[in-house]
């Protein structure tokens, strides 16, 4: 498997700190500190359809594809206005693509899961392109009379497209039941025969899922090294699911690692879910910060609890004229 196109899309309205310390009992201090966030998009006008396409078309304008080309559509999402159909069903509707379809939900890290089922529907050989779009809104989970959560999470979507090749030289994921550490329950129609529906908006035990990100997160970024034979030094980018700058921070402390090769854009856009890492991705992408045979660790953590993560080789050169092939991982 390789990625060769990316796009991101955000929303127009940047909330920044101070704005929020004026709803809220917070302040610019606090939450620049605590989580090295400014600020953060959130929707306001547009919807998280209009944004999830805006990606997507981007991804595929980059890939030098057209939506005809894409053999099936994998979208990570949390929420949006529908529980069914699933957004990548609008999606495609909305690009024209006449594909199979499918959401998944595994929390921030959805993006290493789609990655992930990309890979093995590749590796089956029927399908040649597939458009993964990461789209989220944290902004309707959280209960924005709370300081705790509201100020983490912003909203935005990132899509890459991905093909054939050879570059996924390793991908692992894990899940670990652990509920209380970070849910939302959304509320449910009224029904005759049970009792009402209690429902609670984003709850986190922050001090717990800090711990729990970054063993993970060095875990299994020393599990896909070992897996795909790579050393420290080889590796030009660690993407690391943009959670919280203290994080990222604590885990390159572990690593042991220089502070340049961990990208970071959360000051600008909060937590974005599993939407952060493509979006960081297109960034750099677009930046022209990427370079072929960079080789770059991805990883990513969240509600489940699921982490997940790979090393990638990147190449955005296209590979039109290549057959499909069954390429393992
Ligand atoms: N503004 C001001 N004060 C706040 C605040 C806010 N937005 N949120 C919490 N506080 C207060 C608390 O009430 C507490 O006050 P107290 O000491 O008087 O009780 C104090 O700040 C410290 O809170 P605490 O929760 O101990 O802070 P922390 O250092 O653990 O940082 C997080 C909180 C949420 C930033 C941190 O735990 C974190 O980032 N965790 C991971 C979250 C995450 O990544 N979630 C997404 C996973 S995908």
Redesign the pocket.
């Known amino acids: 498997m390789k990625i060769i196109g990316t796009g991101s899309e955000l929303p127009s309205l940047a909330v920044t700190n101070e704005m ?1 310390s004026e709803i ?4 610019n201090e ?2 620049s500190t ?2 090295g966030i400014s600020q953060r998009r959130i929707i306001s006008e547009e919807s998280l359809t209009e944004l999830a396409v805006s990606a997507s078309k981007k991804a595929l304008k980059n890939a030098n594809l057209e939506a005809k080309d894409i053999d099936f559509i994998i979208c990570s999402n949390t929420v949006n206005n529908y529980v069914l159909p699933g957004l990548s069903c609008i999606v495609q509707g909305e690009l024209g693509a006449h594909c199979p379809c499918i959401d998944l939900n595994s ?2 890290s959805g993006f290493i899961y789609a990655l992930y089922m990309a890979a093995a529907y590749l590796d089956m050989g029927k399908v040649k392109n597939i458009l993964i779009v990461c789209a989220e809104e944290p902004s309707k989970m959280v209960d924005w009379h709370a ?7 912003g909203d935005g979507a990132g899509a890459t497209v991905v093909t054939q090749g050879k570059n996924l030289k390793s991908i692992h994921l894990t899940t670990t039941c652990a509920i209380e550490p ?1 849910y939302y329950q959304r509320e449910l129609e009224y029904n005759p025969y049970t009792h009402k529906q209690e429902f609670k908006p984003l709850v ?1 035990n ?2 717990d ?2 711990k729990m ?1 970054v063993n993970a997160s060095v875990q299994d970024i020393n599990t896909v090294m070992k897996e795909a034979h790579v050393t420290q030094k080889e590796i030009s980018f660690y993407l690391l ?1 943009q ?2 700058v ?2 990222i921070e604590t885990i390159r402390d572990f690593l042991g690692e220089n502070e340049d090769k961990f990208p970071k854009n959360i000051h600008k856009y909060g ?1 974005t ?1 599993s939407a952060s890492i493509p979006i960081l991705l297109d960034e750099m992408n677009m930046n022209g910060q990427l370079k072929d045979g960079d080789i770059l660790v991805m990883s ?4 489940g609890f699921s982490t997940g993560a790979c090393v990638m080789e990147w190449s955005n050169r296209m590979t039109a004229a290549e057959p499909p092939q069954n390429n393992k991982m």
């Open positions: 929020l809220l009992d917070t302040n606090w939450i605590r989580t929390a921030c300081r705790d959560t509201s100020v983490i999470f970070l986190m922050g001090k899922v800090y990100a699911h959670a919280n203290r994080i937590n879910s990513a953590f969240g509600a």
